[in-house]
């Protein structure tokens, strides 16, 4: 029985350890998979993206994570070329979407818009990054990264770097750990500090140190995830020119880490970390990216097909 077959994917809270491990164990299915065979996974099947935020990384890698099994593509990825223009509401465009696929993937920026288009739409729905809260795939994506790449996720100590009060993916990433026994410790200026009305759920399962300096830290970490401060959240860009450049993660650092310890970065990046770094053996984002092209493709494998593949 595949407990994911037609389930919206629209919060990684609603996924157990025992179910991410079912998505890790069908993406290490997906990336073994003869190729021919992986192309009947989702043959005659439309994948359907409305993205009213801008992406590359997401975007792309749902559309190549389609292609690998053998579905195809379609959707919005620029509003302004869309009925949108014209007034036309999310709940009718998401029902016209459902309409023309049989999964859909939705960037927005509203905060809870991923699971009132669930509400609405005929088809299952992934929520592709809703508002500050969350960015479920991207949580799949990064624990399975951190699986694949160490080996384990219990035990492991980790940093998180950055913007970690408007970083959705921090939000996810954190609710995700709660399913593990691992060392967390949250680095960030003082104006970014995670929300506390945000965590109260995530203490319940996960215990975090906060702290401004990585410096106390980077010697002892296995992981560490950085995270843009983004320009686009700061109601005020003076506000956003103090913290720019808070944390740098440059070969003075890499000298300091661990030397199995990995380098984990949603992406896109600015200059948080210097592109010196990508050529270190610590650099893990681009794999992490590529990653995210086969837990997607596991993840819309196990939603389209009732008995798995």
């Known amino acids: 029985m595949n407990e994911f077959f037609q389930k919206d ?20 299915k997906i990336i073994n998979m003869d190729p021919n065979k992986r192309r009947e996974i989702a043959r005659g099947k439309a994948l359907g993206y409305l993205f009213y935020e801008s992406s590359t990384r997401t975007r792309l890698s749902f559309e190549a994570a389609m292609a690998l099994i053998g579905g195809t593509s379609l959707g919005i990825s620029d509003v302004s070329s869309s009925s949108t ?16 696929s049989d999964v859909l993937v939705l960037r927005h920026s509203l905060d809870g818009s991923s699971r009132f288009a669930a ?31 160490k080996n384990k996720i219990d035990g492991l100590k980790i940093g998180i770097v950055g913007d970690l009060k408007y970083g959705r993916t921090v939000y996810s990433l954190l609710h995700a750990l709660g399913n593990y026994d691992v060392e967390v410790h949250l680095i960030s200026p003082q104006v970014l500090k995670i929300r506390p009305d945000s965590t109260y759920d995530i203490k319940k399962r996960l215990s975090f140190t906060e702290s401004t300096s990585l410096e106390e830290y980077i010697d002892d970490l296995d992981v560490v995830y950085v995270t843009r401060i ?7 860009e003076e506000e956003y020119l103090k913290v720019k450049g808070s944390y740098v993660i440059g070969l003075d650092v890499i000298k300091k880490m661990k030397e199995d310890a990995i380098i984990l970065h949603p992406l896109p990046r600015l200059d948080e970390i210097s592109v010196e770094v990508d050529k270190t053996k610590q650099a893990r984002y681009f794999k992490q990216a590529e990653y995210g092209k086969y837990t997607r493709a596991a993840l819309l494998g196990l939603l389209l097909n009732e008995n798995g593949f």
């Open 119 to 149: 509400e609405v739409s005929s088809k299952p729905v992934i929520n592709g990054g809703s508002g500050t809260e969350e960015h479920p795939t991207q949580a799949i994506q990064d624990l399975f990264t951190i699986k694949k790449e």
């Open 9 to 28: 994917i629209i919060s990684v809270r609603d996924l157990n350890k025992q179910k991410l491990e079912v998505i890790f164990e069908a993406t290490n």
């Open 230 to 236: 983004q320009k686009e959240r700061f109601p005020d």
């Open 85 to 100: 223009q014209k007034g036309e509401s999310l709940a009718d465009t998401v029902k016209i979407m459902s309409i023309y």
